[in-house]
Nanobody, 123 residues
């Protein structure tokens, strides 16, 4: 069992930056693929970014060039650096881990989830 806790959310003006961190406990995340998802009010949860066990990354088109996902296996953490934030990035952001090596964007493939951290971008 893996426990995930997100932190780093907050209120920021458009064009600003935030860094989200996902701290894992219970198991090492070294062999797991990890991902970030978000859910805005009235919308379905959507994929944001993922990183596999080797460090290979993938992003949804709307955040490419603005967001960077990274992992630190020694610290059992994963980060999401978010730059040039837009009001449409406002959402509850979740980190997730899957018991597999490959990158996946489908939320159904992830086994463990955090409780989420709120990101609000004002215009």
């Amino acid at each position: 069992q893996v426990q995930l806790v997100e932190s780093g959310g907050g209120l920021v003006q458009a064009g600003g930056s935030l860094r989200l961190t996902c701290a894992a406990s219970g198991r090492t995340i070294r062999d797991y693929a990890m991902g970030w998802f978000r859910q805005a009010p009235g919308k379905e949860r959507e994929f944001v970014a993922a990183v596999d066990w080797s460090g290979q990354t993938g992003y949804t088109n709307s955040v490419k060039g603005r967001f960077t996902i990274s992992r630190d296996n020694a610290k059992n953490t994963m980060d999401l650096q978010m730059n040039s934030l837009k009001p449409e990035d406002t959402a509850l952001y979740y980190c997730a881990a899957r018991d597999g090596f490959s990158l996946q964007s489908a939320s159904s493939t992830y086994n463990w989830w955090g409780q989420g951290t709120q990101v609000t971008v004002s215009s």
